[in-house]
């Protein structure tokens, strides 16, 4: 009885990763699929919003305090054509650290407010970082608890 409540406690400790390293995998094969049925073309960046990160204090020579302002990049607005001809705008949830004219754009042939924006597909690259850490706390584990398992029942 006390082997079965241990059980219980351990799977449920290793759930979080293996619903993260679910969540990632759906997000990448979300991904794939995407590009299986999207067409390529160039957006053209229409306006920048500058993103300003905050100011830092900085100590300079003799004890001297001075504020830097660190610059961030850019939120691009981007207008592309879809697949009928008809024009759409988009504002960008990536970062762009160049000043771009035009973008890499992936477009939906079924939804064209669906894109990828130079790469960038909803979640960016985080869903492969958050793929190893599910595979580290959820399934790797798992799956060597069940082997520890069946050793002792054989």
């Known amino acids: 009885m006390e082997s079965v409540i241990v059980t219980f406690f351990i799977g449920l400790a290793l759930t979080p990763g293996t619903l993260f390293f679910y969540w990632a995998l759906k997000d990448i094969l979300d991904e794939l699929n995407f590009k299986d049925n999207a067409f390529r073309t160039m957006g053209t960046v229409v306006h920048k919003t500058p993103v300003k990160y905050g100011s830092e204090e900085y100590m300079g020579q003799a004890g001297v305090k001075y504020t830097a302002e660190t610059f961030g990049g850019y939120f691009f607005t981007i207008e592309y054509p879809a697949a009928d001809g008809t024009v759409y705008s988009y504002r960008s949830r990536k970062v762009f ?39 580290i706390f959820g399934p790797i584990p798992l799956l060597l608890l069940l082997g520890s398992i069946l050793a002792n029942l054989m």
């Open 97 to 135: 650290d160049q000043n771009k004219e035009w973008v890499d754009v992936w477009v939906n042939k079924d939804d064209p407010t669906d894109i990828m924006v130079d790469g960038f597909y909803k979640v960016g690259n985080s869903k492969y970082y958050q793929l190893i850490m599910g595979a």
